[in-house]
């Protein structure tokens, strides 16, 4: 059974650098069936998708994030990432990641989530 | 992008109520269209996908179906275990986006 762990800073100051990685267990990220996602969970804005990224490299961005927005796999550790710049307090929220099948974009299996607060 | 809209945004119900949520975009997806549960403190959990498609381990009490842009989510006898939030989500285009959520709560 496929599993993802989030890990990186709970607290991050506005303006700087939110860094989140998420590892993959019982699974390859090298799969060809997956991509690899960020989704982030608000109580106003509710579930907001971020982004994919397949083992290749190759990533779909949500255009509302994008010019501040990294998102990167390392097939070496089995890892994805997220870097988001720049960020303000409406940037906190729970962050999860995921799994999405290539064919119908499904998220089939998620992280338990990580709060991620911006403030000073 | 592709706004999804549900309704209810709340409903409550009795141990053995059959349930039904609605879900529409504003754009035919095709049936890109993927519900999930999500109880408090929880990661969503992936109940349907392509609109009408069970996954597994799902039990058979959960139906989807639907096309073009009107998708539902149906609860045949609704479960104590049921009782959380559940979210619609088109997967046809990029950017991926969910509807606000439909909060089933004990009648």
């Avoid at chain 1, 971020?50 to 255009?63: D, L």
């Avoid at chain 1, 990294?70 to 962050?95: E, H, P, R």
């Avoid at chain 2, 209810?8 to 109520?17: F, N, R, T």
């Avoid at chain 2, 609704?78 to 997967?91: G, I, N, V």
Wanted: proline share 4%; charged share 15%.
């Amino acid at each position: 059974q496929v599993q993802l762990q989030e890990s990186g800073p709970g607290l991050v100051k506005p303006s700087e650098t939110l860094s989140l990685t998420c590892t993959v267990s019982a699974d390859s990220i090298t799969s060809s069936y997956y991509y690899w996602a960020w989704i982030r969970q608000t109580p106003g804005k509710g579930l907001e998708w971020i982004g994919s990224i397949y083992y290749s490299g190759s990533a779909y961005r949500n255009p509302s994030l994008e010019s501040r927005l990294t998102i990167s796999v390392d097939t070496s550790k089995n890892q994805f990432s997220l870097k988001l710049t720049s960020v303000t307090a409406a940037d906190t929220a729970v962050y999860y990641c995921a799994r999405e099948g290539t064919k119908e974009h499904d998220l089939d299996h998620w992280g338990q989530g990580t709060l991620v607060t911006v403030s000073s | 992008d592709i706004q999804m809209t549900q309704s209810p945004s709340s409903l409550s119900a009795s141990i053995g109520d059959r349930v039904t949520v609605t879900c529409r975009a504003s754009q035919t997806i095709n049936s890109f269209l993927n519900w999930y549960q999500q109880k408090p403190g929880k990661a969503p959990k992936l109940l349907i996908y392509a609109a009408s498609t069970l996954q597994s381990g799902v039990p058979s009490r959960f139906t989807g179906s639907g096309s073009g842009t009107d998708y539902t989510l149906t609860i045949s006898s609704l479960q104590p275990e049921d009782f959380a939030t559940y979210y619609c989500q088109q997967s046809f285009r990029t950017p991926r986006t969910f509807g606000q959520g439909t909060k089933v709560e004990i009648k």
